[in-house]
């Protein structure tokens, strides 16, 4: 597709700042919306329906959507080393974030009538008990708005359109990441990073330093967590902090997620065995190769410390043992 520059959309006018304000459905009249790197073409309501593009703006009464040009696989990275980092933070957390990618948000005026975007992402700290999108759709004022909406910019500028969309939908944050590779079709003005956008008291937004969702979660922090190739050990470090400041706020920790509880016990689990082995080697015990089977090893790890050194000490045998571990 050919790029558009700046083309704004004119099928209303008016001023965007009416949404909510004496506006009937709550659907705001934009007579100046800009998308750059889109392009602006001609879809119906089953089309939409039917669209497998990714659709940055659609507007039902007038028949139009605004389709970004494609800038390549490089476009996806971003989301997907994200999908990396909110794991590791909902792991330390000890409770799942949900993520949402491929969702159209809506909202329908007055005579019924839909308006939608499409973000790259939208994360819900709380799943189990939010209203979700369901069938591939969130409607505005039906489901609960997502904690974080994300925007991809490779080759697009949401600040002049979509950013005022969900700001006069109230949604309250939003991240825009341009990312550290460049496309050869991006403005070259647009510095990569990663800009926060929370919502005011006046129901604007605003840029900020940090999260308010993920508290202390520096804007300069996620946006390296998604540029770099792997996790790194500074990186994993900041996702710990942010993950225990979740949990410290919900009451949870890493032993509420499946799997590092498991890893933890594995490795407590082989603590035990590794000091019952020292110790009978100090003792002079001998063990066949298959020592601790595996009925042992279980009551290894629902026995205290203290009656597996009782007993290590007091065993005659490797057998021995394993019958006083047992009980």
């Given amino acids: 597709m050919r790029q558009v520059r700046s083309r704004p959309v004119e099928n209303r006018p008016g001023n965007p700042r009416d949404e909510g304000r ?28 039917a669209s497998e593009q990714h ?20 476009h996806e ?27 159209s948000l809506m909202r329908h005026d007055s005579r019924g009538l839909r308006r939608a975007v499409e973000p790259d ?27 974080v909406v994300v925007e991809i910019d490779h080759t697009t500028d949401v600040r002049r359109g979509k ?13 825009v990441e341009v990312p550290d590779a460049e496309p050869p079709t991006r403005r070259r003005r647009r510095l990569s990073g990663l800009t926060i956008y929370l919502l005011n008291a006046d129901g604007e937004y605003e840029p900020a330093p940090a999260s308010r969702a993920f508290p202390g979660w520096r804007a300069e922090e996620i946006h390296a967590a998604v540029n770099e190739p792997v996790i790194t050990d500074r990186a994993n470090a900041i996702l710990r902090r942010v993950g225990a400041a979740l949990g410290r706020r919900d009451g949870t920790g890493p032993d509420d997620d499946p799997l590092l509880r498991a890893h933890r016990r594995e490795g407590g689990l082989c603590e035990r065995v590794e000091l019952v082995r020292e110790t009978l080697r100090a003792r002079r015990v001998a063990m066949s190769p298959a020592f601790p089977s595996e009925s042992c090893l ?8 203290t009656d597996i050194v009782s007993a290590s000490l007091a065993c005659r045998d490797a057998a021995d043992f394993e019958d006083l571990v047992r009980g």
């Fill in 298 to 305: 279980a009551a290894l790890a629902e026995a205290s410390t």
């Fill in 22 to 49: 004496g506006q009937a459905g709550g659907v705001p009249v934009f007579g100046d919306l800009e998308f750059p790197g889109c392009e602006q073409v001609p879809m119906s309501s089953v089309q939409h329906e």
């Fill in 77 to 103: 990275e971003p989301r997907g080393l994200l999908a990396g980092v909110v794991e590791r933070i909902a792991q330390e957390r000890g409770a799942r974030i949900g993520r949402f990618c491929a969702v």
């Fill in 163 to 175: 950013l005022r969309v969900y700001e006069s939908w109230a949604f309250p944050e939003l991240w």
């Fill in 55 to 74: 659709v940055e703006f659609w507007d039902e009464a007038a028949g139009i959507a605004m389709i970004a040009d494609s800038p390549g696989l490089g």
């Fill in 121 to 147: 992402e939208c994360l819900y700290l709380y799943p189990d008990r939010a209203s979700l999108p369901a069938g591939g759709s969130l409607i505005v004022g039906e489901s609960d708005p997502p904690d």
